[in-house]
């Protein structure tokens, strides 16, 4: 058992407590147990007596939950920088480049894919993500798609198969199609809980990526589809038609998509990915609109050698407050729990007994400073599991 003392402001989300969207307790104790769950959290002044450990003082720093990126693409070979410097230099973004990833994933041993994945995944938590959605989709052929999943397995247990990100040059989409949802689909179900489909211009009309994950559902996989990111499309219709968990980009978005996404009553989340706008220099979506409209929203990375190599999800956090109209308290729960929720999850994302005990200890006195103070390092501690896992409270 651990007891942390000393915690200015605790953010649980845990909407049992009525203590606003975050469910915020201040002057707090937590107590993980020896399943290393949430065990109890409250005022320290009332934590209860048989709750006797090893105990750790924060001395007044912020506790939140572990963030959640809930859209990733870390199975991948070489980089892109060329890409990016051609970038900004004028050159506009397309799925074209995917193509490039794609010849080095392909040349890439298994050994070095892994070493690759897991950097990031180390990456990733030493910013105070606890859980990661990792795809494939960087492979494009049965094989370095499967293998690839196996990679992502190695890091997560949320792992996507993204066979559908484009079409490889070697195939007409017709041809490739029938690939996904046959053959390839068949080797990488296995090492797969999620398909994924990139439903936009470049890459998968509406139809077949209606029959992608039409197979993906037959085969027992959940839904997730990358929608609308590049121009306005029914990518969004689609995933809420066939009930996807999220719809992913979300950035041209209508009226009609709005109302389709809100009316599924969080069924189907708006995953929103402020870092691939920034390096993309596209347009920022509106999450305001979004969230007005009683749509739930998350908060991801989409970590990727392309349009968004990073993995900082208070990076994200922040751009999210200044360039999507969200406030801080939404920002930070769209990053937690917002995240669960795009995974279906219920036991990550909060701190609510019984949750996971994944946290991050900040070295400020309030979440509000993942926002207020961009680029800066703001997780002192990572706990994974009720375990330290990166970091340190000296």
């Not at 809930?70 to 410097?85: A, I, K, P």
């Not at 198969?161 to 029938?178: K, M, N, Q, R, T």
Request: with cysteine; aromatic share 4%; glycine share 10%.
């Amino acid at each position: 058992m651990i007891v942390i003392t000393g915690i200015s402001s605790l953010v649980t989300n845990d909407a049992s407590l009525e203590r606003g969207k975050l469910g915020i307790i201040n002057n707090a104790a937590l107590v993980v147990g020896d399943d290393n769950k949430i065990a109890w959290t409250g005022e320290e002044i009332n934590l209860p007596s048989e709750f006797v450990g090893t105990a750790i003082n924060v001395d007044g720093r912020a506790v939140i939950p572990g963030f959640v990126d809930s859209h990733t693409h870390l199975v991948f070979g070489g980089d892109r920088s060329g890409e990016f410097e051609a970038r900004m230099s004028g050159k506009p973004y397309s799925a074209g480049g995917i193509r490039t990833t794609m010849a080095a994933t392909r040349s890439a041993s298994d050994e070095s894919l892994a070493i690759n994945a897991h950097r990031l995944a180390k990456e990733a938590l030493n910013t105070g993500t606890t859980t990661l959605e990792v795809k494939s989709g960087y492979g494009l052929s049965v094989n370095d798609e499967a293998r690839s999943l196996k990679v992502a397995g190695q890091v997560t247990t949320e792992t996507t198969f993204l066979g559908a990100h484009v079409v490889p040059p070697e195939s007409a989409i017709d041809e490739y199609v029938d690939l996904v949802c046959g053959e390839m689909l068949k080797q990488c179900a296995p090492n797969a809980k999620w398909i994924d489909v990139f439903c936009d211009h470049g890459a998968f009309d509406v139809d077949h990526a209606r029959a992608i994950l039409s197979a993906g559902a037959q085969a027992g996989l959940g839904l997730r589809i990358h929608a609308n990111q590049l121009q306005h499309g029914d990518g969004v219709q689609l995933g809420v038609e066939l009930g996807a968990a999220s719809c992913d980009h979300c950035t041209h978005l209508n009226g009609k998509d709005i109302s389709a996404l809100a009316d599924t009553n969080g069924r189907t989340v708006a995953t929103l990915l402020p870092t691939a706008e920034l390096c993309t220099r596209s347009k920022f979506p509106d999450a305001r609109r979004l969230i007005d409209a009683g749509v739930s929203v998350a908060l991801a990375s989409d970590c990727n050698p392309g349009s968004s190599y990073t993995t900082s999800m208070p990076l994200v956090i922040s751009l999210a407050v200044l360039n999507m109209n969200m406030t801080c308290d939404e920002a930070v729960w769209s990053a937690t729990a917002g995240g669960a929720a795009a995974l279906r999850r219920s036991d990550i994302g909060n701190l609510a007994a019984g949750s996971h005990a994944d946290f991050a200890v900040l070295n400020s006195r309030s979440h509000i400073h993942l926002a207020y103070r961009p680029g800066v390092k703001l997780v002192d501690a990572v706990f994974a599991r009720g375990q330290l896992a990166a970091g340190s409270l000296r």
